[in-house]
C-alpha cells in the first residue's frame, strides 16, 4: 500500500501525537501512576491509623533481655537446635573483640559444614531466632575431608553480641 506525498506528512504528525502518547501511556505510565494512587492510599491509612500510639514508650536493649550466649556456648547450643540433621559444627571461637565504655563486644566464629540448602536453612534459622545476636559475615568455601579426600561445603559464620560489661564497684 503506496501513501501519496500529500498525506505522510500527516500521518506521521498523527503517529508522534496520538500514537506514540498512546503507547507510552499502556506500557508504563498507567501502572506507576496506579502505583503512585496505592501509595498515596496506605499513607493516608496509616497516617489515620497513628501506628506510633501502638508501639511502647521505651523498648529495652536486646542485651538487657537476653543473657550471655557466645561466651557461655549457648549459641553453640542454639545453633544444633536451628540445624537440620545433616549440618555439623566442626569449629567454635568465642572472644571478646572490644571494651569500651561499659560494653564489651563479643564475637564467635562458627564453621558448620553439610548440604547447601540445609546451611542456608540454618543461617536463615539463626538469624531469625537469635534477637540479642547480629551474623557479621558468612563466607562460603569447599574443601577437602581430610580423610575421605571428598568435597565438603563449609559456612563460616561471625556472629557478634553487645554486652554491658558488670561494674565491679557496684
Given amino acids: 500500500m503506496k501513501i501519496s506525498y500529500r498525506y505522510r506528512g500527516l500521518l506521521r504528525l498523527v503517529l508522534l501525537f496520538v500514537v506514540l502518547p498512546g503507547a507510552a501511556w499502556q506500557s508504563s505510565l498507567r501502572g506507576s501512576l ?3 494512587r496505592d501509595c498515596r492510599r496506605l499513607d493516608r491509612a496509616v497516617a489515620a491509623a497513628d501506628i ?20 557461655t556456648g549457648l549459641l553453640l547450643d542454639s545453633v544444633r537446635r536451628c540445624a537440620p540433621p545433616g549440618v555439623r559444627a566442626t569449629d567454635y571461637l568465642p572472644a571478646v573483640t572490644l571494651q569500651e565504655a561499659g560494653i564489651a ?7 558448620l ?10 543461617l536463615h534459622a539463626l538469624e531469625r531466632r537469635l534477637p540479642a545476636c547480629r551474623i557479621g559475615s558468612a563466607t562460603w568455601r569447599t574443601t577437602a575431608h581430610p580423610r575421605t579426600r571428598q568435597r565438603q561445603l563449609r559456612l563460616t559464620l561471625y556472629v557478634q553480641q553487645l554486652q554491658p560489661i558488670a561494674n565491679k564497684y557496684d
Fill in 113 to 122: 559444614t553439610g548440604t547447601y540448602a540445609d546451611l542456608l536453612q540454618t
Fill in 105 to 111: 563486644l563479643h564475637t564467635a566464629q562458627i564453621t
Fill in 34 to 36: 496506579a502505583a503512585w
Fill in 52 to 71: 506510633r500510639d501502638a508501639l511502647p514508650e521505651r523498648a529495652e536493649p536486646a542485651s538487657a533481655v537476653c543473657p550471655e550466649l557466645i561466651l
